[in-house]
């Protein structure tokens, strides 16, 4: 059975910084993508940045420079750097992890999910 958690989220201040973890148990397959989404009351789901098995990072334009992704391939953490944050950010971060994934941005190509943890960054 694959899990993904999630922790770090918390409340800070415009410019402040938070770091997001994602524990990954159950999964087996090693070519897996994965990646953090993010969703806004009343919005979409979107993607917020990836990283393959080989890899290879991809971010969304409004958080490029700001943010970085990357894994510890030996503990199976996800993470997701966030640092100059802006109240735009604000949202419940998920973790995703997919096994034959296309398009990294689109949530309907990953097959595993963590809970949500939120982010509130306030001006």
């Known amino acids: 059975q694959v899990q993904l958690v999630e922790s770090g989220g918390g409340s800070v201040q415009t410019g402040g910084s938070l770091r997001l973890s994602c524990a990954v148990s159950?999964?087996?397959?090693?070519?897996?993508?994965m990646a953090w989404f993010r969703q806004a009351p009343g919005k979409e789901r979107e993607g917020v940045a990836s990283i393959d098995s080989d890899g290879s990072t991809t971010y969304r334009d409004s958080v490029k420079g700001r943010f970085t992704i990357s894994k510890d391939k030996d503990k199976n953490i996800l993470f997701l750097q966030m640092d100059r944050l802006k109240p735009e950010d604000t949202a419940m971060y998920y973790c995703?992890?997919?096994?034959?994934?296309?398009?990294?941005?689109?949530?309907?190509?990953?097959?595993?999910w963590g809970q949500g943890t939120q982010v509130t960054v306030s001006s």
């Open positions: 159950g999964l087996t397959y090693r070519r897996a993508s």
């Open positions: 995703a992890a997919g096994r034959y994934v296309a398009d990294r941005t689109l949530p309907s190509e990953f097959d595993y």
